[in-house]
């Protein structure tokens, strides 16, 4: 089993980032700016925030921190966020999901223009990820691709299943797997025999929200599989996979934490960066 490492992954990539950043500044004699709104007080939002926040300064991305409170109305937060679009220090707008169950998500997320969409969520990009024509890709998947490109994981040909179907996720996970060539199926809470689906797998992707969902039973023998969930187990943090249970069976795995969690920052970082570039 070799453990996929996207700490040390992600960390390479800002490197990177850093430097694209400051040639940016120099250039344009501005920073490259993302904001983020936060509306309601989500305790895992409110983390991952904060940590996309960090990953902005280290960077040297300006980060402006929006915080809405939790009854905060539909047209408040469509203001706010027409506001950062309108702003030419703003290159990204990044709206942190899930919103209070009140306010309609798809009317807020349609204020953000296609141009300044770095989460990869809007129609137009949507669409274009669809279409095989890639704009911005929604920063989880993207970053999954990000790792099985560098540890050389080939894909062309491959079986590839995903479990789960969010807009967030399982999607464009999909749309990116189909274009890179495997063969792919998306499985999800209505699934029939889940464990049959999963053991076709040569790259197993799991996104689901739920602890220990995979279990060895489940994995064939030399497989990669890609653990994409944030559960917390009694405070601890864990993933949807059960490491301990599959870890011995696998060619490659991601841990959670150090998985797929830190590429997810640093491709909203990259979008960000090619964002700004686009708009200059
Ligand atoms: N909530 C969970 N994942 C994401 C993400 O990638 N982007 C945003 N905006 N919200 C999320």
Known sequence: MKLI????????IRAGLKARAAAFSCKYGLPVGLAVVLIGDDPASAVYVRNKIKACEEVG???????LPADATQETAENEVRRLAEDASVHGILVQLPLPAHLAASRILARIPAAKDVDGFSVENVGLLAKGER????????GVMELLRRYRIPTAGKRAVVIGRSNTVGKPMAMLLIGADATVTVCHSKTQDLAAVCRQADILVAAVGRPKTVTADMVKEGAVVIDVGINRDGGKLCGDVDFEGVKDKVSYITPVPGGVGPMTVAMLL??????????V
């Open 61 to 67: 991305i300006r980060s402006f921190a929006h915080i």
């Open 135 to 142: 704009g911005t890709v929604a920063c989880t998947p993207l």
């Open 270 to 279: 990259q979008n960000t960066l090619d964002a700004a570039e686009r708009q």
């Open 5 to 12: 490492d996207g700490k040390q992954t992600a960390a390479d």
